[in-house]
Nanobody
Framework: QVQLVESGGGLVQAGGSLRLSCAASGSIFRTDVMGWFRQAPGKQRELVASVSFGGTTNYAGSVKGRFTISRDNAKNMVFLQMNVLKPEDTGVYYC?????????WGQGTQVTVSS
């Protein structure tokens, strides 16, 4: 089993920055992909960014150039640096770890961007 705990959400004005952190505990494998999803009110959960053990990253088009995902394999942590935040970035951000067809989820952290 894997447990994921997010931190770093909050309220920020448009144009500001936030850094999300996620600590994973349990058995973490080199094939695990870690990432962040978000869910805005009334919308489906969507992938924001993901990173492999080797550092290969993938971003949603809406956050490219503004968000940066990184991973510390020694500490089993993943981070999401969010810059130039927009009101449409508002939502609950979930840390996730994907292992084959199985996904583990954190409890989520709220990010609110005011205009």
């Amino acid at each position: 089993q894997v447990q994921l705990v997010e931190s770093g959400g909050g309220l920020v004005q448009a144009g500001g920055s936030l850094r999300l952190s996620c600590a994973a505990s349990g058995s973490i494998f080199r094939t695990d992909v870690m990432g962040w999803f978000r869910q805005a009110p009334g919308k489906q959960r969507e992938l924001v960014a993901s990173v492999s053990f080797g550092g290969t990253t993938n971003y949603a088009g809406s956050v490219k150039g503004r968000f940066t995902i990184s991973r510390d394999n020694a500490k089993n942590m993943v981070f999401l640096q969010m810059n130039v935040l927009k009101p449409e970035d508002t939502g609950v951000y979930y840390c996730t770890l994907a292992r084959g067809s199985v996904s583990f989820w954190g409890q989520g952290t709220q990010v609110t961007v005011s205009s």
